[in-house]
């Protein structure tokens, strides 16, 4: 064998956090018909401007204002994925990208706080009174209870529409080693089926008053869980390619099967990042960047007009990375669920992902098949690489781009 790949020396996926493409079959299962992010978004602005996604085809998978729909694409493939698993939640969605079939959902505390037994036992373990125990935007919960949290020593706990437990303290007050011992023990207790949550984040932030406050990003550490089985990533790894995660790729995976890691602030971040590793040809394997701001700042925040800016935003990132590429590149540009910015509450909605693949070497490019798992991504990647999942691995592969 000659080379180690098949076609594409390099795959970047780029995942567009939440930027779901219309319900899945399912959806009623989950109170989420109707949702439809990308449509929504669109329509919150009398439609979207989003060149380079339309000529790769987005426009053909569903009726999004503004946008045409191009039948013609040469370079570029697009289908729908919907998602096996039983979850609509960000680790579900990309672990089941890379070959898991997660069937019980992590735990959400969104609408009732966390447990009064696991707060108490938290409280007692760490020595610390707590505060807050709701679901809240980490700045405004600052602001609520950021002076009484210095005050009294204490530790803001709070949830989000994720499965995630946030610790904040004032690391000018309390130690960073104190506030990163008080979330180990958070991430010991929840690992207890009752109360198991995907993630336990230490929130550290500074400032002595309300309106001052600022989380401090830099020392931000998330707790996570491993993944429950074997990934496309741990096959990509012990046969020798880079998996480079950029964004907060390494934190769902708790750095298994990664071989280098990026953090990033932002979407603009992310996307330099990737342009960057684009430009050094120096390495064979797979970038997986995830993009939060869509979810972190309109998604949850139910903000359609800033959704919609931000996918225009991205778009003309899009444009600056495939002017870059080489015939041995893969650009997949994807989404982990929903986030539908004009929807009820707050919470990620139940949706299918768009699946763009781009090359310069594509010459057959069209719409194909909806496929019923995210996991013809990882697949498809191993298949480049000429490696195959393992059987205990959800199954599948595009064979239609090779």
């Given at each position: ?243 480079s995660a950029v964004g907060k790729i390494n934190d769902i995976f708790n750095g298994v099967g990664i071989t280098k890691t990026i953090h990033t ?138």
């Open positions: 064998m000659d080379k180690k790949y098949r076609r594409f020396k390099r795959i970047f996926l780029i995942v567009a956090d939440s930027a779901g493409i219309g319900e899945e079959p399912d959806a009623a299962d989950f109170n989420d018909c109707g949702s439809n992010t990308w449509a929504h978004a669109a329509s919150s602005v009398g439609g979207l401007c989003v060149p380079n996604m339309e000529r790769m085809g987005i426009g053909t998978l569903d009726d999004i204002p503004g946008v045409a729909k191009i039948e013609v694409h040469p370079q570029a493939y697009c289908l729908a994925c919907q998602e096996t698993s039983r979850g609509k939640d960000t680790m579900t969605g990309h672990w089941e990208m890379m070959g898991i079939n997660t069937v019980k959902p992590f735990q959400t505390f969104t609408d009732t706080g966390f447990p009064k037994e696991l707060m108490d036992e938290l409280s007692k373990r760490t020595g610390h009174k707590l505060l807050g125990n709701y679901a809240s935007s980490g700045t405004v919960i600052l602001d609520e209870l950021g002076e009484e949290q210095i005050k009294e020593n204490a530790l803001i706990v709070y949830t989000s529409s994720d499965s995630v437990l946030q610790i904040a303290a004032n690391e000018d007050h309390m130690p960073l080693e104190e506030i990163y011992r008080c979330c180990e023990i958070a991430r010991e207790l929840c690992m207890r089926p009752e109360w198991m949550v995907g993630r336990v984040i230490a929130r550290p932030y500074v400032g002595e008053s309300k309106g001052n406050f600022k989380r401090v990003g830099a020392h931000r550490h998330d707790y996570t869980v491993s993944p429950t089985g074997i990934t496309a990533l741990d096959i990509l790894k012990q046969n020798g390619f880079e998996v602030a932002s979407n603009e971040e992310g996307m330099d990042e990737a342009i960057r590793q684009l430009k050094n040809d120096d390495y064979t394997g797979l970038c997986f960047v995830n993009l939060v701001e869509f979810d972190s700042e309109y998604g949850h925040r139910r903000n359609p007009v800033g959704y919609a800016r931000c996918l225009e935003a991205f778009d003309k990132r899009v444009g600056e990375f495939i002017s870059e590429m080489g015939d041995e590149d893969l650009l997949m540009i994807t989404a982990d669920h929903g986030n539908d910015p004009t929807f009820h509450g707050t919470d990620h909605t139940r949706e299918k992902v768009p699946l763009l693949l781009y090359s310069p070497s594509f010459k057959n490019g069209r719409k194909l098949e909806e496929r019923k798992t995210f996991a013809v991504m990882g697949g498809t990647i191993l298949s480049n690489f000429y490696l195959k999942e393992d059987p205990s691995m959800l199954q599948g592969e595009l064979k239609e781009i090779f």
